[in-house]
Each structure stands twice: as structure tokens, then as C-alpha cells.
């Protein structure tokens, strides 16, 4: 089966390979076509059993691709049709990004198992993977986004420890040129606080692509959505908004701005 696989995806074929087809997928809504990537961590305490869930009809949800952490890759739906890995998502104006997103699941247990860094093997399979779907597809490296991009208020993959400058520097995902470095001192902001300062920082982070209301209240929401922007451009996590992070912040919104393909 794996030498199948590798016929079909010829960058994959220096890692172990699997088929474990779930049944939980349907058809994408007319017209609809893959125009952007999920990464998720799987955030069970193995992969088996990660993959089972992902293969149990009762679980009602899957994922097209499975990364273990030794490299290995499982193919579990076919990209041509709808995974259910997204769940409610939003991202640049668009909501059920199920229709049109490529679901990877990142072996990983996760914040509540123990979530540590993701090995180098894992990591070569991810760049192997995502480049074979980005080229298949035609999806622009700002098109990639985490679980907790589109759904902030819930989720936390695949976390502060995913490498994504790595995958900058490959052309697989939009981020600075550069790895964030601490700014100067500056005004922090955090639950309750009110006013243009956070009015800016709302509107800044509705323009990369989160969905935010702009209303100049930092409330549970907003500390959501700064959390899942740190753990993915400053490789941290907290929600609290201190001067590196609103650096970074509208950094941000200016390179999403400049790219024509983000959305």
C-alpha cells in the first residue's frame, strides 16, 4: 500500500506510508475546490489512538493526512474530498472552511497530555507533505493556517512549540522575515481594558484574518484571538497583549496586506 501511495505522491516516498481511509468525509459543496491548509495537532495521548478516532464513525470527525512523530504519514481521505477537521472556522471573511481547506493532523498529545516540541523526523514529513499539497493545488504559502487561526475562542493547535518560521523558510507558510526580538517598553493590554489602544489592536488582527469584533473592549474573545497569535508568530501563549506582541501584530497585518494571494 505504501509503495501505492508513493506512486501517486512521489515527495513522500522516503517515509513510511499507511492508507487508513475514514469514513467521515463527503462531497465539497459545488464549485469548491482545496484554496488553503489546516494544521492541527492530534492532541490524544497516542497515535493509534488518535488515528482510530479519526477512523471511527461515531466520532464524526477526520482529517485528509496523519503525521506521526517518527515521520511516518497516513492517509486517511482523499484531498478531492471534505474532511471534517475544521469544525466552526473563520478566516479572512470566510466561515465552514471544511468546503475548501486540506486537514493535517501533527501527531502531538497536546496541552492536555503533554504537549512537547515537534521531532525533526515529524518535521521533515510535515514540509514534505504540505509542499507536495501547496504545488497540487495551487494554495499560496499565507492559505496555511492552525486550528487555532480559525477558531481561537477553542482552540490551541498545534500550539506555541510548532515551528512555523521553519516552514517560512521553505515557502510553506506567510510569516516575518525575521523571529521576533523584544521591543520597547510600551503600553500592555489585558482583560477589561478599554479604548483606541485596543481598538487598533482589534482592527489589526481583523485584517490578518481573525474574526474579532472591533469594539475597543478587550474581553474573553479578544484575549482568545491574541492568544492564538502569540502561539503562532511569537511562540508563546497567554492572551495578554504586552509591546512585543503588538509590535508583532501590526507587522503582521502589514505582510498579509501586501500579499495579493492571502485570500
Not at 91 to 96: A, L, S, T, V
Not at 169 to 194: H, I, W, Y
Request: glycine letters at 10%; one cysteine or more; hydrophobic letters at 40%.
Amino acid at each position: 500500500m505504501s509503495a501505492q501511495i508513493a506512486d501517486h505522491f512521489p515527495e513522500l516516498a522516503r517515509f513510511p506510508l499507511a492508507d487508513r481511509p475514514s469514513p467521515n468525509h463527503d462531497a465539497r459543496p459545488d464549485g469548491a475546490r482545496p484554496d488553503m491548509v489546516v494544521l492541527h495537532y492530534t492532541g490524544m495521548p497516542t497515535a493509534e489512538v488518535a488515528i482510530d478516532w479519526l477512523a471511527d464513525p461515531a466520532s464524526r470527525v477526520s482529517a485528509h493526512w496523519v503525521v506521526e512523530e517518527d515521520g511516518r504519514i497516513t492517509r486517511m481521505v482523499p484531498e478531492d474530498r471534505r474532511a471534517w477537521h475544521a469544525g466552526v472556522s473563520w478566516w479572512r471573511g470566510r466561515e465552514r472552511l471544511n468546503d475548501v481547506s486540506i486537514g493535517i493532523e501533527i501527531v502531538n498529545p497536546g496541552h492536555e497530555w503533554g504537549y512537547r516540541d515537534f521531532p525533526e523526523p515529524q518535521m521533515q514529513a510535515v514540509e514534505a507533505l504540505l509542499g507536495g499539497i501547496l504545488a497540487r493545488h495551487d494554495i499560496a504559502p499565507a492559505r496555511v493556517v492552525g486550528h487555532s487561526d480559525i477558531a481561537p475562542s477553542r482552540k490551541y493547535d498545534p500550539g506555541e512549540r510548532f515551528d512555523w518560521y521553519r516552514l517560512a523558510a521553505k515557502g510553506l507558510a506567510l510569516m516575518p522575515a525575521n523571529r521576533p526580538v523584544p521591543g520597547e517598553m510600551g503600553l500592555t493590554l489585558g482583560d477589561g481594558d478599554t479604548g483606541q489602544a485596543v481598538t487598533d489592536i482589534q482592527r489589526a488582527l481583523a485584517a490578518i484574518g481573525y474574526r474579532i469584533q472591533v469594539d475597543g473592549i478587550y474581553d474573553l474573545v479578544t484575549r482568545s484571538v491574541v492568544h492564538a497569535f502569540q502561539s503562532r508568530f511569537l511562540g508563546l501563549a497567554g492572551g495578554i497583549c504586552g509591546p512585543d506582541t503588538a509590535q508583532m501584530i501590526f507587522a503582521v497585518e502589514q505582510l498579509f496586506a501586501r500579499d495579493p494571494r492571502a485570500d
